[in-house]
């Protein structure tokens, strides 16, 4: 085979980013063209200088550079047309083809700070402060039909190169392994299920390993089986059938094990210099003890390891046997629901092996613990279970959560999935997923060759925390994510993952909150499909495809599907804030008791600390909480508005506060355990201690009257995506229907400590109140916590994108638009953009229903405004005509928090009237289209991101526009465009394995 060249560098900003925070400056260094990893990812990329012809150019996976005219076959990406594109880290803040063809205006009348916490006077644009991930809609092709396909693994085969790919076609039961192409017949195909040796064997997860299939399955006896252990089993090209290669003693017997995700897939620690190809790799499981099986809860849980070796890269796998290296210890003060996550394995020094093992899923049983040692001799025993055992070899340390069966507790990360970031010889972490945490993916940093090491976690991808009603309390949203795919881990990407909802209640419809997400490098994250009604479904890589299997029905039931890589471009959108009336006037904080501390921080006490500036105006404390046994919960009381008689808040208002947490990663004195944080934060009712009687305990000043709210970090903080925003929205007067009672009792949501019913004074001062979880310790934790608004009024609104000034008077919406321009009679207008990650999206149940993305202008009796309705995008056009369209299928717009908002509008004059037609993708669904004719033609000569009026703006993120002044493009043409992102003046895709160049 023809030797693989050693991997290098392709991430679009450096790894150390994501060390602990160290730098002053939260932005990372602007980005060169990146070096390419060879046969992977290719950066396809136009900088235009002068006219149309003159260009430097990328055109060979070499990424050398061509310079002059660009050829023949190319002139066809381009024709006559005019394009602007936000991205201050290229050549200024906005760039344009041609050149100075475009204006871009903007005006805000004051000064505040960018999403970075950088200064932005006035009449400044605000961009965000690191590059984000766009991504064009995708190409839906249907694969297989007529059964339910569950799929397994994507990989390659033993050459390294061609794509393998496992699936399973439920209803015969089959397991099926393709080679090169589903077109192909399957080089495997045998049952799911099977007995063998009088035992009954079923299937649950399956992963390729370089042309190694390995099978993970549960095993029972009887009829119906009564599960009771796991088997795994290996396969390779040549092999009659599947061979047996470890059979587990029974444990906890009546539970099923296993899921599609015990395994998250081999790990390669080293390669061959001379052919870049692994000769030894390793795989590491659980058993996945289910919980709430036949009305019990699992307690305990195994973790396994296997390893594969082969002379040279011309031979077979030789497979070792597999064993356990360990169980899980009893579970804290009894409580069961314990059972073992998805781990992963790393190097540990030069020659060693550390397993990272997650637990969960109960409250107090979640954590994170390693069982490292410095040869690679796995079969020598098993691992002790107590922090800091030594046994047979290995190391036990607990890193992120509870650290033992008493005192304080301290909840970890139970995180699932995992991907290798890095290669072998520069390895930068794992990829991990979230089980019920705020942010669905996140980066655990190498833990380096100490065992004693807790494990800094940074977030990488995820919506942010925003509280919905659920009666008396209510619980911030919470993502899971159960696997991730690697196209190749020895150069650590492309990645492929899906992020669904957690368990929280009163989502809205909550299935279609699921999406799949894609990276080129691990580090920029973007959404790339959509689909309505569909719970989490793994995703996998197939060569140059992600291939997606079927769900509960009716979305994908009987399909089996694929779209191809995604076209990507990472840049800096241009962020616009919608104005306000921001109220916050914080006061300073109620003494907490002891040894809790809450210190007031100016800009360069948390400068010292690593902490990059905060992304708002309002007042920055820093709250600690060491290790202590007993209930002291606590962390701090805040006045957020002003005590007079004309700043009291109505009862009638309806609250939106955000607010920004900072968790301090562990530090070995302050924090000495890592782990989560999670909060019970109250917002309600304010009683000033000076002007009424003393309450018993400080936190009784908001016991008569509010609304608790839970939410949760799972990660530390970093220099780049390390402010975590908190949304908290409330209405003082809004009920809820109390649980079981009939006739329905109807409850007001504010209630007092003791639980009854009590809605606030007429008129009040708002407060927060943050607690540790109730009932427990507060975790040992450390973080700083920052206020940005304060929004209360008798109407529905949206948060802003930005900060607001402090003024507490109303800010203007930010004005903005795109002009030198005039299109003719036929004309088309491309745009992209993206919904912010702590904005509106379809899941607030109270948004306001209209949303004016932008409006195309001419003049005040000639306008068109695209806006989004609920689950369609409508065009209103200043006669009072109006074009909306829907997604079909299973597919949805219906957009969530930091989707792709991609859409064109045609139109072809047809005598006195014209002839419209609106394409859109939204969230990532293929790009629909309709037409309507017989209305006026606007003619526009102005893009404003607004409405007609440039009043009211939505908050928005806005990547790139194409005009085309003389040109009605089709169906085709516009559909080809907002999948390839051809609008962008900067164009990057990603050219997987036999694509070659363009």
């Not at 059938?241 to 029974?250: E, G, H, Q, R």
Request: glycine letters at 8%; proline letters at 9%; one cysteine or more.
């Amino acid at each position: 085979m023809p030797p693989r060249a050693a991997p290098r560098d392709y991430r679009l900003f450096p790894p150390s980013t994501f060390a602990p925070p160290a730098q002053t400056s939260p932005y990372p260094p602007p980005a060169a063209t990146p070096a390419l990893t060879p046969h992977r990812v290719f950066l396809f990329r136009f900088c235009w200088y002068s006219g149309l012809r003159d260009a430097h150019w990328y055109s060979d996976e070499s990424a050398t550079r061509k310079d002059g005219i660009v050829p023949q076959e190319m002139k066809g990406v381009f024709g006559v047309v005019k394009q602007f594109q936000f991205d201050p880290n290229a050549s200024g803040a906005i760039l344009t083809r041609p050149v100075n063809s475009l204006q871009f205006s903007f005006s805000r009348p004051y000064a505040t700070v960018t999403p970075g916490g950088a200064p932005s006077p006035i009449n400044t644009p605000r961009f965000w402060h690191h590059t984000r991930l766009l991504c064009g809609a995708p190409t839906l092709k249907t694969e297989r039909t007529n059964d339910f396909f569950i799929v397994h693994s994507g990989g390659v085969s033993v050459d390294g190169v061609t794509p393998l790919f496992a699936y399973q076609a439920a209803g015969p039961g089959v397991l099926l392994v393709h080679k090169s192409s589903l077109a192909l017949p399957p080089i495997l195909q045998t049952p799911i299920a099977f007995t063998f040796q009088g035992r009954f064997h079923e299937i649950q997860s399956v992963h390729v390993c370089f042309g190694l299939v390995v099978c993970f399955a549960q095993v029972g006896d009887g009829n119906p089986a009564v599960f009771a252990s796991s088997s795994a089993w290996t396969w390779q090209e040549g092999d009659p059938s599947l061979s047996l290669n470890f059979l587990d003693t029974n444990t906890q017997v009546g539970f099923q094990r296993g899921s599609d995700f015990l395994s998250q897939g081999f790990r390669v620690l080293d390669v061959d210099p001379s052919t870049g190809q692994p000769l030894e790799m390793w795989l590491v499981w659980s058993d996945y003890v289910r919980n709430g099986f036949n009305g019990q809860l699992s307690e305990g849980g195994r973790f396994y390891m296997m390893r594969a070796w082969r002379a040279n890269t011309n031979q077979r796998w030789s497979v070792d046997p597999a064993k356990m290296i360990c169980e899980l210890p009893s579970g804290r003060l009894g409580l069961t629901g314990r059972h073992a996550h998805s781990p992963y394995v790393e190097r540990f020094g030069s020659a060693g092996l550390r397993v990272v093992c997650p637990v969960g899923d109960a409250f107090a049983n979640n954590r994170v613990f390693t069982v490292t040692r410095t040869d690679t001799n796995y079969a020598q025993g098993e691992a002790g279970k107590s922090d800091g055992a030594l046994q047979n070899g290995w190391t036990t340390r607990y890193i992120h959560g509870t650290k033992a069966a008493s005192g304080p507790v301290g909840e970890g990360n139970q995180f699932v999935a995992s991907a290798p970031h890095g290669y072998p010889a520069a390895p930068t972490g794992q990829i991990v997923g979230g089980d019920e945490v705020p942010h669905g993916i996140n980066l655990l940093a190498p833990l380096g060759n100490s065992t004693t090491n807790k494990a800094v976690i940074t977030r990488l991808y995820g919506p942010t925390a925003a509280g919905i009603n659920r009666g008396a309390n209510s619980r911030g949203y919470v993502f899971n994510c159960f696997r991730i795919g690697c196209a190749d881990p020895l150069v650590g990407g492309p990645f492929v993952a899906q992020v669904g909802p957690g368990n929280q209640d009163k989502w809205v419809e909550t299935n279609e909150a699921s999406r799949v997400v894609y990276s080129p490098d691990g580090t920029h994250w973007g959404q790339c499909f959509a689909y309505a009604n569909a719970p989490l479904i793994p995703v996998v890589f197939f060569g140059d495809k992600i291939m997606m299997g079927s769900s509960a029905p009716p979305a994908f039931s009987g399909e089996l599907r694929s779209i191809p890589l995604p076209f990507a471009q990472a840049q800096r959108p241009l962020a616009l804030c919608n104005g306000g009336t921001n109220r916050l006037d914080v006061g300073p904080p109620v003494a907490v008791t002891a040894p809790n501390t809450v210190t007031q921080l100016q800009p360069a006490d948390y400068t010292g600390l690593g902490v990059p500036p905060p992304p708002c105006l309002g007042s920055v404390f820093r709250v600690t909480s060491p290790a202590q046994s007993n209930i002291t919960q606590l962390l701090g009381i805040w006045r957020l508005t002003a005590d007079t008689p004309t700043t009291l808040i109505s009862q009638n208002a309806k609250i939106k506060v955000r607010f920004w947490v900072y968790p301090l990663p562990w530090n070995g004195a302050v924090q000495p355990l890592a782990t989560s944080t999670p909060f019970h934060a109250a917002l309600g009712q304010y009683r000033n201690p000076s002007a009424q009687a003393p309450q018993p305990e400080p936190k009784d000043q908001m016991a008569l009257s509010r609304e608790q709210f839970s939410f949760n970090f799972a990660e530390s903080g970093d220099a780049v995506r390390g402010w975590f925003p908190v949304r908290i929205d409330t209405d003082p007067q809004a009920t809820y229907a109390e649980p079981g009672t009939n006739p329905p009792l109807l409850r007001n949501r504010w209630q007092s400590d003791g639980g009854a019913s009590n809605a606030p004074f007429v008129a009040f001062p708002l407060g927060l109140r943050l607690l540790s979880r109730v009932g427990e310790p507060p975790n040992p934790c450390d973080f700083v916590i920052a206020f940005d608004c304060v929004l209360a009024e008798p109407t529905l609104q949206d948060y802003p994108s930005a900060a607001l000034p402090l003024t507490g008077s109303a800010s203007a919406a930010e004005q903005s638009s795109i002009t030198g321009f005039t299109c003719q009679n036929n004309w088309t207008i491309e745009m992209s953009g993206e919904l912010p990650d702590h904005c509106w999206d379809f899941t607030d149940v109270n948004r306001p229903q209209n949303k004016v993305l932008c409006t195309l202008y001419r003049s005040p009796t000639k306008w068109i405004t695209i806006t989004h309705e609920l689950n369609q995008v409508v065009l209103r056009f200043a006669n009072g005509d109006s074009l909306a369209l829907q997604a079909s299928n299973f597919q949805s717009f219906a957009p969530l928090r930091g989707s792709p908002m991609l859409f064109a509008i045609s139109c072809t004059q047809t005598g006195n009237n014209a002839t419209y037609r609106l394409s859109a993708s939204i969230g990532g669904t293929e790009v629909f289209s309709t037409t309507k004719a017989n209305i006026p033609n606007m003619q526009p000569t102005e893009i404003r991101f607004g409405n007609q009026n440039g009043t009211n703006i939505e908050s928005m993120l806005w990547y790139a526009g194409r005009i085309h002044e003389t040109q009605a493009r089709s169906e085709a043409q516009i559909a080809d465009a907002l999948q390839t992102l051809d609008m962008l003046v900067l164009r990057s895709f990603v050219i997987p394995p036999g694509r070659g160049a363009l």
